[in-house]
């Protein structure tokens, strides 16, 4: 059980002291409002914690069977509430990024403010989150404007860029006020103290669970995920143009896009069956190794193709938000809903990547 990463990073600096849970204080310390941050600072180590609590509630979810039903009951959310508190400052500002991005790309203008501002702090964010999985196969071309519509879309732009600015910016400043005082809340210390205890105690259902086999529950997850792909429309993915996927992004629904939840829900299942094989390895987090001791570089291909279809659709999703703005001019809608079907379109990239790299029979390192 990988008790002791969860319990290293609530002592190494995730204590509520720490003024800056994800990337703001970057942002602010390289404004000059303060030192140089230190590689091992509270970035980081909310961070490090915000990862421990994710893989203990996905390791919980995968070998309960073997744990007391109480205490694992009462457990997983409250780390499932810990992770996603800590995630959701980061998310808005990595969205952000994305957004403005996608904007300067599309209509060839100068980078915005935000973006100018945001940028500052991105190297650094992006070197900490690095993931070391091998690159994804190339996805399809993304549809870019005509030169025609390039004019009109910068008139635009720079409005739609501050529209996003402002609300993705306010959604993450109240995230982190949510996540500063969920790490000085008396239920966060309660979590951390059950956390640390699992180091040297786990609840066991009894003594016969502490000999039994955790192949079969590893095994599970797998047929788990193995089902759920199963239910994808990779024939459709494996197309490089999914004409249905961008019908429902042009209705006026804000209903989440119906193809996404499976997606979603495939990600995850990834996600927990890679925790059931590092386990099963005894190995670090970062290696997803199976119980021989290799390494899949397909699910390390394929958890990365999903990580980008994520991101592209909570962006549309954001862009699409944005554009439900009421009273905002023509040339800004115009802009958002190019932004919108730019993002959609990254989507289909990521579903063609992942297809592509499942496909493949396993490459055993």
Do not use: C
Not at 178 to 194: E, I
């Amino acid at each position: 059980m990988p008790g002791p990463a969860a319990a290293g990073a609530h002592g190494n600096g995730a204590h509520p002291s720490g003024a800056h849970p994800s990337g703001a204080g970057a942002v602010d310390r390289g404004r000059g409002r303060g030192p140089a941050p230190a590689p091992d600072g509270p970035v980081d180590a909310a961070r490090a914690l915000r990862r421990a609590a994710r893989r203990l509630s996905g390791t919980l979810h995968t070998f309960q069977p073997l744990l007391d039903a109480e205490w694992a009951e009462a457990m997983r959310p409250e780390l499932a509430w810990l992770s996603g508190t800590l995630a959701l400052e980061h998310a808005y500002a990595s969205r952000l990024d994305r957004l403005l991005q996608a904007l300067h790309r599309l209509s060839g203008s100068a980078a915005f403010p935000a973006q100018q501002q945001a940028g500052r702090a991105a190297p650094a964010r992006a070197a900490a989150t690095a993931d070391p999985a091998p690159v994804a196969p190339l996805a399809p071309s993304v549809t870019r404007p005509s030169p025609a519509d390039r004019g009109n879309l910068t008139v635009g732009a720079a409005k739609a860029g501050a529209l996003l600015d402002r609300q993705l910016t306010l959604a993450r400043t109240r995230a982190h006020s949510t996540a500063l005082q969920a790490l000085g809340s008396s239920r966060f210390h309660a979590v951390a103290d059950k956390v640390a205890l699992l180091a040297s105690e786990v609840p066991l259902k009894d003594t016969a669970a502490a000999a039994a086999d955790l192949r079969p529950l590893a095994a599970a997850a797998r047929d788990r995920l193995t089902d759920a792909v199963a239910a994808l429309p990779l024939v459709t993915a494996g197309n490089p143009y999914n004409a249905q996927a961008l019908v429902h992004g042009l209705s006026p629904d804000p209903a989440p896009h119906p193809q996404d939840a499976q997606w979603h829900q495939v990600r995850l299942l990834l996600r927990l069956h890679r925790y059931a094989l590092e386990v099963l390895a005894g190995t670090d987090a970062e290696d997803a190794d199976g119980a021989d001791g290799t390494t899949d570089v397909r699910l390390l291909a394929a958890g990365e193709a999903l990580d980008r279809h994520r991101d592209a659709s909570e962006a549309a999703a954001a862009a699409a938000q944005a554009a439900r703005t009421p009273r905002i001019a023509p040339a800004t809608a115009y802009a958002l809903g190019v932004l919108h079907a730019d993002q959609r379109h990254e989507v289909e990239a990521a579903r063609y990547a992942f297809q592509h790299s499942w496909r493949k029979e396993p490459i055993r390192l």
